[in-house]
T-cell receptor, first 113, second 113 residues
Framework: ELKVEQNPLFLSMQEGKNYTIYCNYSTTSDRLYWYRQDPGKSLESLFVLLSNGAVKQEGRLMASLDTKARLSTLHITAAVHDLSATYFCAVGDRGSTLGRLYFGRGTQLTVWP | DGGITQSPKYLFRKEGQNVTLSCEQNLNHDAMYWYRQDPGQGLRLIYYSQIVNDFQKGDIAEGYSVSREKKESFPLTVTSAQKNPTAFYLC????????????FGQGTRLTVV
């Protein structure tokens, strides 16, 4: 079974600072996703990474994928309060046409003034 | 608007009762999924279905049942055999294909009273 580990699980950071969330997974995969979840809400898709070396950016968030190291990172630049949420990475089975995902435990991000 | 609709948003169950969570999609997706989320945890797969009248157990299927009589609908029944059903339940759907992406409903919060 594919295992996904995220760290840190809790992140408290000051506005304006930078930080990186890490996502490691146990077996080869060619699909990695980052989601945001606000309290009591569903998952919002942030990034879809489908190839080694893929890098995507949206606003203050940038995600990258290294399939050889089985590692993805979500980098936060100059954090603002609105980024406070829980961030999940999820990985799909390599070579599978099925959309089932294996999730990390999530990183609860709190940005304070 | 295309999307996934889950109902109800909140559900309360007495001990020993079966309850059914609804999930409907109008995205014309073949595959549908049910995930369970507990506080501080990632999502775990309960059941999934790739085509009508066919479904498979996920990682935590005990105490749950599903049906897939129509392409648009994938209801989840939480039976009395599920000893700890209080959780947030998310339904998702996807097309069949490599690098497919799953889309999530808004979730149902089930509480045992």
């Amino acid at each position: 079974e594919l295992k996904v580990e995220q760290n840190p699980l809790f992140l408290s950071m000051q506005e304006g600072k930078n930080y990186t969330i890490y996502c490691n997974y146990s077996t080869t995969s060619d699909r990695l996703y980052w989601y945001r979840q606000d309290p009591g809400k569903s998952l919002e898709s942030l990034f879809v990474l489908l190839s080694n070396g893929a890098v995507k950016q949206e606003g203050r968030l940038m995600a990258s994928l290294d399939t050889k190291a089985r590692l993805s990172t979500l980098h936060i630049t100059a954090a603002v309060h609105d980024l406070s949420a829980t961030y999940f990475c999820a990985v799909g089975d390599r070579g599978s046409t099925l959309g089932r995902l294996y999730f990390g435990r999530g990183t609860q991000l709190t940005v304070w003034p | 608007d295309g999307g996934i609709t889950q109902s109800p948003k909140y559900l309360f169950r007495k001990e020993g009762q079966n309850v059914t969570l609804s999930c409907e999609q109008n995205l014309n997706h073949d595959a549908m999924y049910w995930y369970r989320q507990d506080p501080g945890q990632g999502l775990r797969l309960i059941y999934y279905s790739q085509i009508v009248n066919d479904f498979q157990k996920g990682d935590i299927a005990e105490g749950y049942s599903v049906s897939r009589e129509k392409k648009e609908s994938f209801p989840l029944t939480v039976t009395s055999a599920q000893k700890n059903p209080t959780a947030f339940y998310l339904c998702a759907s996807s097309i069949q294909g490599f690098n497919t992406e799953a889309f999530f409903g808004q979730g149902t919060r089930l509480t045992v009273v």
